[in-house]
Protein backbone atom coordinates (compact mmCIF):
# COMPACT_ATOMS: atom_id res chain seq x y z
CA UNK A 1 0.00 0.00 0.00
CA UNK A 2 0.80 3.71 -0.39
CA UNK A 3 0.52 5.60 3.14
CA UNK A 4 0.60 9.57 2.57
CA UNK A 5 0.79 11.08 5.89
CA UNK A 6 0.49 14.65 7.24
CA UNK A 7 3.19 16.72 9.07
CA UNK A 8 2.22 16.67 12.99
CA UNK A 9 -0.08 19.18 13.77
CA UNK A 10 -1.50 19.57 10.38
CA UNK A 11 -4.87 18.31 9.58
CA UNK A 12 -5.92 16.40 6.68
CA UNK A 13 -8.41 18.51 5.22
CA UNK A 14 -5.94 21.68 5.49
CA UNK A 15 -2.67 19.64 4.28
CA UNK A 16 -1.27 21.11 1.26
CA UNK A 17 1.19 18.21 0.67
CA UNK A 18 2.14 14.43 1.86
CA UNK A 19 4.54 12.56 3.01
CA UNK A 20 5.07 9.02 0.89
CA UNK A 21 5.75 6.02 2.21
CA UNK A 22 5.27 2.34 1.39
CA UNK A 23 4.20 -0.69 3.36
CA UNK A 24 1.49 -2.81 4.69
CA UNK A 25 1.47 -5.90 7.53
CA UNK A 26 2.56 -8.58 5.74
CA UNK A 27 5.36 -6.25 3.57
CA UNK A 28 6.90 -4.77 6.85
CA UNK A 29 6.87 -8.31 8.27
CA UNK A 30 8.87 -9.68 5.13
CA UNK A 31 11.71 -6.72 5.36
CA UNK A 32 12.08 -6.98 8.95
CA UNK A 33 13.28 -10.89 8.15
CA UNK A 34 14.83 -9.35 5.22
CA UNK A 35 17.10 -6.96 7.65
CA UNK A 36 17.94 -10.02 10.10
CA UNK A 37 19.81 -12.32 7.01
CA UNK A 38 16.44 -14.41 6.37
CA UNK A 39 15.90 -15.31 2.39
CA UNK A 40 12.49 -13.46 1.80
CA UNK A 41 10.17 -13.62 -1.16
CA UNK A 42 6.70 -11.29 -0.70
CA UNK A 43 4.01 -12.38 -2.42
CA UNK A 44 1.21 -9.43 -4.30
CA UNK A 45 -0.58 -8.02 -7.30
CA UNK A 46 0.23 -4.39 -8.06
CA UNK A 47 -0.81 -2.49 -10.80
CA UNK A 48 1.41 -2.32 -13.83
CA UNK A 49 2.58 0.97 -13.72
CA UNK A 50 4.63 3.94 -12.01
CA UNK A 51 3.26 2.78 -8.11
CA UNK A 52 3.46 -0.37 -8.85
CA UNK A 53 6.77 -0.81 -10.08
CA UNK A 54 7.38 1.71 -7.19
CA UNK A 55 6.68 -1.16 -5.15
CA UNK A 56 8.85 -3.61 -6.09
CA UNK A 57 11.95 -1.22 -5.90
CA UNK A 58 10.78 -0.12 -2.26
CA UNK A 59 10.69 -4.58 -1.60
CA UNK A 60 13.95 -4.66 -3.28
CA UNK A 61 15.81 -2.15 -1.94
CA UNK A 62 15.59 -3.87 1.22
CA UNK A 63 16.22 -7.71 -0.06
CA UNK A 64 12.82 -8.70 -0.43
CA UNK A 65 12.36 -10.81 -3.78
CA UNK A 66 9.77 -10.11 -6.04
CA UNK A 67 9.51 -13.11 -7.99
CA UNK A 68 6.11 -13.66 -6.71
CA UNK A 69 4.76 -10.20 -7.05
CA UNK A 70 2.43 -10.22 -9.87
CA UNK A 71 1.37 -6.83 -12.09
CA UNK A 72 -1.71 -5.84 -13.40
CA UNK A 73 -5.59 -4.45 -11.98
CA UNK A 74 -6.79 -1.35 -12.05
CA UNK A 75 -4.70 0.09 -9.20
CA UNK A 76 -2.43 0.33 -5.62
CA UNK A 77 -4.47 0.49 -2.74
CA UNK A 78 -3.97 3.73 -0.69
CA UNK A 79 -4.27 5.24 2.95
CA UNK A 80 -4.36 8.70 4.45
CA UNK A 81 -2.83 9.47 7.88
CA UNK A 82 -3.29 12.57 9.97
CA UNK A 83 0.10 12.15 12.58
CA UNK A 84 -1.37 12.18 16.12
CA UNK A 85 0.31 14.36 18.74
CA UNK A 86 -0.08 14.92 22.79
CA UNK A 87 -3.56 14.05 23.51
CA UNK A 88 -4.73 13.56 19.81
CA UNK A 89 -4.49 10.08 18.59
CA UNK A 90 -3.54 9.39 14.95
CA UNK A 91 -6.37 9.02 12.41
CA UNK A 92 -6.86 6.97 9.03
CA UNK A 93 -8.79 7.13 6.32
CA UNK A 94 -8.41 4.47 3.73
CA UNK A 95 -8.82 4.32 -0.03
CA UNK A 96 -8.04 0.81 -1.06
CA UNK A 97 -11.57 -0.30 -2.23
CA UNK A 98 -10.95 -1.77 -5.63
CA UNK A 99 -7.19 -2.07 -5.68
CA UNK A 100 -5.61 -4.43 -7.60
CA UNK A 101 -4.44 -7.17 -4.47
CA UNK A 102 -8.29 -6.44 -3.39
CA UNK A 103 -10.04 -7.01 -6.76
CA UNK A 104 -8.19 -10.63 -6.99
CA UNK A 105 -11.16 -13.52 -8.05
CA UNK A 106 -8.47 -16.59 -8.30
CA UNK A 107 -4.95 -17.02 -7.20
CA UNK A 108 -3.04 -16.21 -9.31
CA UNK A 109 0.51 -18.49 -8.06
CA UNK A 110 1.56 -22.05 -8.63
CA UNK A 111 1.11 -23.49 -4.89
CA UNK A 112 3.53 -26.26 -5.29
CA UNK A 113 5.78 -23.16 -6.76
CA UNK A 114 5.04 -20.67 -3.73
CA UNK A 115 5.37 -22.40 -0.78
CA UNK A 116 9.02 -24.79 -2.36
CA UNK A 117 11.28 -25.01 0.26
CA UNK A 118 9.94 -22.40 2.64
CA UNK A 119 10.23 -22.96 6.85
CA UNK A 120 7.16 -19.81 7.64
CA UNK A 121 4.76 -18.41 5.63
CA UNK A 122 3.11 -15.31 7.50
CA UNK A 123 -0.80 -14.04 6.70
CA UNK A 124 -1.81 -10.89 8.16
CA UNK A 125 -6.10 -11.17 9.17
CA UNK A 126 -6.02 -7.82 7.22
CA UNK A 127 -6.32 -10.19 3.69
CA UNK A 128 -9.29 -11.82 4.95
CA UNK A 129 -10.88 -8.42 5.81
CA UNK A 130 -10.77 -7.55 2.05
CA UNK A 131 -13.10 -9.23 0.31
CA UNK A 132 -15.36 -12.77 0.65
CA UNK A 133 -13.02 -14.24 -2.01
CA UNK A 134 -10.08 -13.61 -0.09
CA UNK A 135 -11.52 -15.03 2.89
CA UNK A 136 -11.65 -18.22 0.94
CA UNK A 137 -8.37 -17.96 -0.90
CA UNK A 138 -6.69 -16.88 2.39
CA UNK A 139 -7.77 -20.40 3.71
CA UNK A 140 -6.73 -22.03 0.38
CA UNK A 141 -3.38 -20.42 0.99
CA UNK A 142 -2.93 -21.89 4.55
CA UNK A 143 -4.58 -25.45 3.60
CA UNK A 144 -1.36 -25.17 0.76
CA UNK A 145 0.94 -24.03 3.05
CA UNK A 146 0.60 -26.62 5.69
CA UNK A 147 0.58 -29.17 3.02
CA UNK A 148 4.06 -28.12 1.99
CA UNK A 149 5.73 -28.37 5.32
CA UNK A 150 5.52 -24.76 6.34
CA UNK A 151 4.87 -23.32 9.65
CA UNK A 152 1.92 -20.92 9.38
CA UNK A 153 2.10 -17.65 10.90
CA UNK A 154 -1.22 -15.11 11.66
CA UNK A 155 -1.71 -11.93 13.07
CA UNK A 156 -5.21 -11.53 13.66
CA UNK A 157 -4.68 -7.61 13.21
CA UNK A 158 -8.48 -6.37 13.34
CA UNK A 159 -9.22 -3.74 11.73
CA UNK A 160 -12.97 -2.62 12.49
CA UNK A 161 -13.08 -0.13 9.10
CA UNK A 162 -12.55 -3.02 7.25
CA UNK A 163 -14.70 -5.78 8.58
CA UNK A 164 -17.30 -6.13 11.58
CA UNK A 165 -15.96 -8.05 14.56
CA UNK A 166 -19.07 -11.16 13.91
CA UNK A 167 -17.51 -11.47 10.37
CA UNK A 168 -14.14 -11.30 11.60
CA UNK A 169 -14.77 -14.33 13.95
CA UNK A 170 -16.58 -16.27 11.86
CA UNK A 171 -13.59 -16.46 9.62
CA UNK A 172 -10.89 -16.25 12.05
CA UNK A 173 -12.53 -19.29 13.16
CA UNK A 174 -11.90 -20.96 10.06
CA UNK A 175 -8.58 -19.84 9.74
CA UNK A 176 -6.90 -20.69 12.91
CA UNK A 177 -6.92 -24.80 12.67
CA UNK A 178 -4.32 -23.93 10.24
CA UNK A 179 -2.04 -22.05 12.02
CA UNK A 180 1.67 -22.43 14.15
CA UNK A 181 2.49 -19.17 15.10
CA UNK A 182 -0.73 -16.36 16.07
CA UNK A 183 -0.03 -12.79 17.18
CA UNK A 184 -3.49 -12.32 19.39
CA UNK A 185 -4.00 -10.39 22.60
CA UNK A 186 -6.38 -10.11 25.41
CA UNK A 187 -9.48 -8.15 22.98
CA UNK A 188 -8.77 -10.51 20.52
CA UNK A 189 -9.66 -13.66 22.93
CA UNK A 190 -12.66 -12.06 24.13
CA UNK A 191 -14.26 -10.53 21.13
CA UNK A 192 -12.93 -12.76 18.56
CA UNK A 193 -12.95 -16.24 19.75
CA UNK A 194 -15.38 -16.10 22.62
CA UNK A 195 -12.90 -16.75 25.34
CA UNK A 196 -14.38 -15.96 28.86
CA UNK A 197 -12.90 -12.91 30.69
CA UNK A 198 -10.33 -14.02 33.40
CA UNK A 199 -11.74 -14.40 36.78
CA UNK A 200 -10.82 -10.85 38.90
CA UNK A 201 -8.34 -12.74 41.17
CA UNK A 202 -5.94 -13.80 37.98
CA UNK A 203 -2.28 -13.14 38.81
CA UNK A 204 -1.26 -13.04 34.75
CA UNK A 205 -4.28 -12.24 33.36
CA UNK A 206 -2.54 -12.39 29.71
CA UNK A 207 -1.61 -15.93 30.28
CA UNK A 208 -4.63 -17.15 31.41
CA UNK A 209 -6.24 -15.56 27.83
CA UNK A 210 -2.95 -17.77 25.74
CA UNK A 211 -3.56 -20.77 27.63
CA UNK A 212 -7.30 -20.69 27.13
CA UNK A 213 -7.03 -19.79 23.53
CA UNK A 214 -4.24 -22.92 22.46
CA UNK A 215 -6.62 -25.10 24.52
CA UNK A 216 -9.13 -23.87 21.54
CA UNK A 217 -6.79 -24.41 19.49
CA UNK A 218 -4.21 -26.77 20.04
CA UNK A 219 -2.09 -26.56 16.65
CA UNK A 220 -0.96 -23.48 17.98
CA UNK A 221 2.00 -23.43 19.78
CA UNK A 222 2.98 -19.82 19.92
CA UNK A 223 1.11 -16.57 20.61
CA UNK A 224 2.34 -13.31 21.40
CA UNK A 225 1.35 -9.75 21.64
CA UNK A 226 2.36 -6.74 23.13
CA UNK A 227 0.79 -5.09 26.43
CA UNK A 228 0.76 -1.13 25.44
CA UNK A 229 0.38 1.53 27.95
CA UNK A 230 -0.89 4.70 25.79
CA UNK A 231 0.13 7.68 27.88
CA UNK A 232 -0.52 10.28 24.66
CA UNK A 233 -0.09 9.30 20.71
CA UNK A 234 3.47 10.86 21.82
CA UNK A 235 4.90 8.47 24.52
CA UNK A 236 3.83 4.84 24.97
CA UNK A 237 5.09 2.27 27.23
CA UNK A 238 5.57 -1.17 25.68
CA UNK A 239 5.94 -4.71 27.01
CA UNK A 240 6.01 -7.73 24.60
CA UNK A 241 4.23 -10.96 25.61
CA UNK A 242 4.80 -14.63 24.10
CA UNK A 243 3.00 -17.90 25.51
CA UNK A 244 5.82 -20.87 23.88
CA UNK A 245 6.25 -24.14 25.42
CA UNK A 246 3.30 -23.55 27.83
CA UNK A 247 5.44 -20.97 29.85
CA UNK A 248 4.39 -17.42 29.38
CA UNK A 249 7.25 -14.94 29.49
CA UNK A 250 7.48 -11.03 29.44
CA UNK A 251 9.85 -8.66 27.96
CA UNK A 252 11.27 -5.52 29.66
CA UNK A 253 8.99 -2.20 29.57
CA UNK A 254 10.30 0.40 26.99
CA UNK A 255 9.76 3.84 27.33
CA UNK A 256 9.30 5.26 24.08
CA UNK A 257 9.14 9.03 23.97
CA UNK A 258 8.80 10.97 22.01
CA UNK A 259 7.27 8.36 19.37
CA UNK A 260 8.56 9.36 15.67
CA UNK A 261 5.83 7.12 13.46
CA UNK A 262 3.77 4.10 15.61
CA UNK A 263 2.70 2.57 12.25
CA UNK A 264 4.48 -0.75 11.80
CA UNK A 265 5.24 -1.19 15.37
CA UNK A 266 3.50 -4.42 15.64
CA UNK A 267 4.59 -5.91 12.52
CA UNK A 268 7.96 -5.23 13.65
CA UNK A 269 7.60 -7.01 16.71
CA UNK A 270 5.95 -10.06 14.46
CA UNK A 271 8.87 -9.80 12.36
CA UNK A 272 11.58 -10.12 15.65
CA UNK A 273 9.08 -12.66 16.75
CA UNK A 274 9.66 -15.03 13.78
CA UNK A 275 13.17 -13.83 13.14
CA UNK A 276 13.58 -15.86 16.89
CA UNK A 277 11.99 -18.66 16.12
CA UNK A 278 13.87 -19.01 12.80
CA UNK A 279 17.18 -18.29 14.73
CA UNK A 280 16.04 -21.18 17.63
CA UNK A 281 16.46 -18.68 20.31
CA UNK A 282 14.95 -19.69 23.94
CA UNK A 283 11.94 -17.98 24.45
CA UNK A 284 12.68 -15.31 26.68
CA UNK A 285 15.35 -13.84 24.20
CA UNK A 286 12.78 -14.40 21.17
CA UNK A 287 10.53 -11.92 23.14
CA UNK A 288 13.48 -9.44 24.34
CA UNK A 289 14.61 -9.32 20.67
CA UNK A 290 11.02 -8.44 19.32
CA UNK A 291 10.06 -5.95 22.05
CA UNK A 292 13.44 -4.00 21.21
CA UNK A 293 13.00 -4.01 17.52
CA UNK A 294 9.09 -2.64 17.98
CA UNK A 295 10.38 0.19 20.35
CA UNK A 296 13.66 1.40 17.86
CA UNK A 297 10.79 0.81 15.11
CA UNK A 298 9.01 4.09 16.89
CA UNK A 299 12.12 6.14 16.18
CA UNK A 300 11.68 6.28 12.68
CA UNK A 301 9.97 7.44 9.59
CA UNK A 302 8.01 5.28 7.63
CA UNK A 303 5.88 1.92 7.69
CA UNK A 304 8.85 -0.81 7.60
CA UNK A 305 11.72 -1.66 10.91
CA UNK A 306 15.14 -0.52 9.32
CA UNK A 307 17.14 -2.30 11.56
CA UNK A 308 19.38 -5.29 11.42
CA UNK A 309 19.90 -7.83 14.14
CA UNK A 310 23.19 -6.30 15.20
CA UNK A 311 21.90 -3.22 15.44
CA UNK A 312 18.78 -4.45 17.58
CA UNK A 313 20.90 -6.53 20.04
CA UNK A 314 23.69 -3.49 20.54
CA UNK A 315 20.15 -1.70 21.44
CA UNK A 316 19.11 -4.75 23.77
CA UNK A 317 22.58 -4.59 25.61
CA UNK A 318 23.42 -0.82 25.77
CA UNK A 319 20.05 0.32 26.93
CA UNK A 320 17.92 3.08 25.91
CA UNK A 321 19.46 6.34 23.97
CA UNK A 322 23.28 5.61 25.04
CA UNK A 323 25.72 6.47 22.18
CA UNK A 324 27.06 3.00 20.28
CA UNK A 325 30.77 4.03 19.75
Not at 74 to 100: F, H, K, N, Q, W
Not at 134 to 159: E, H, P
Request: include cysteine; aromatic fraction near 10%; hydrophobic fraction near 40%.
Amino acid sequence: MLRLSTDQGIRIENSGQFHAHYGGGEANVAISLANYGHEVSFATKVPDQALGKAVKKHLQGYGVGTSHVVLGGPRLGTYYMEAGVGERAASVIYDRAGSSFAVMDHLEWQLDELFQDVDIFHVSGITPALSKKWQKMTKTLLQAAKKAGCLVSFDINYRGKLWSQKEASGVIHQLLPFVDICSAGKMDALYLLGIEEAPENTEQPIAYYYQKMQEKFPNIQVFYSTDRTVRSASENQLMGTIWMDRKYLESQTHEIKPIVDRVGGGDAFAGGVLHGILSRMQPQEIIDFATAASALKHTIHGDCNQFNHEEVAQFLACGSGKIIR
